[in-house]
């Protein structure tokens, strides 16, 4: 039901930063962990990022931890992906992804979340 579309993406050197958007319609994200994921050419989709309804609990991937940071502005609708110190292995297209079954966060898959965004793409140059 609800609709999710990413922005921000775009070509960046190596080591500089970027910040993503996810913008929600057609329904509430209050109560939902939200969640960044991205996909590689010729790789399966991965996990980035996962965050709790309330904000106050976040999931990295060991890959990004320390250098992205995932965020939510519940009012606005709205879910970020800072992402600092930028390397070339970050290129992909990144989807933002919203929660929909019961199962814990932290043991979450993508399988749990049901409403996808149709990405945006990230390229790092060298």
């Known amino acids: 039901q609800v609709q999710l579309v990413e922005s921000g993406g775009g070509l960046v050197q190596a080591g500089n930063s970027l910040t993503l958007s996810c913008v929600a319609s057609?329904?509430?994200?209050?109560?939902?962990?939200m969640g960044w994921f991205r996909q590689a050419p010729g790789k399966e989709r991965e996990f980035v990022a996962t965050?709790?309804?309330?904000?106050?609990?976040?999931y990295y991937a060991d890959s990004v931890k320390g250098r992205f940071t995932i965020s939510r502005e519940n009012a606005k609708s709205t879910v970020y992906l800072q992402m600092n110190s930028l390397k070339p292995e970050d290129t992909a297209i990144y989807y933002c992804?919203?929660?929909?079954?019961?199962?814990?966060?932290?043991?979450?898959?993508?399988?749990?979340?049901?409403?996808w965004g149709q990405g945006t793409q990230v390229t790092v140059t060298v």
């Open positions: 992804a919203l929660k929909t079954t019961p199962a814990g966060l932290q043991i979450a898959t993508m399988a749990d979340f049901g409403s």
């Open positions: 965050i709790a309804w309330h904000g106050g609990t976040s």
């Open positions: 057609g329904g509430t994200i209050n109560y939902a962990a």
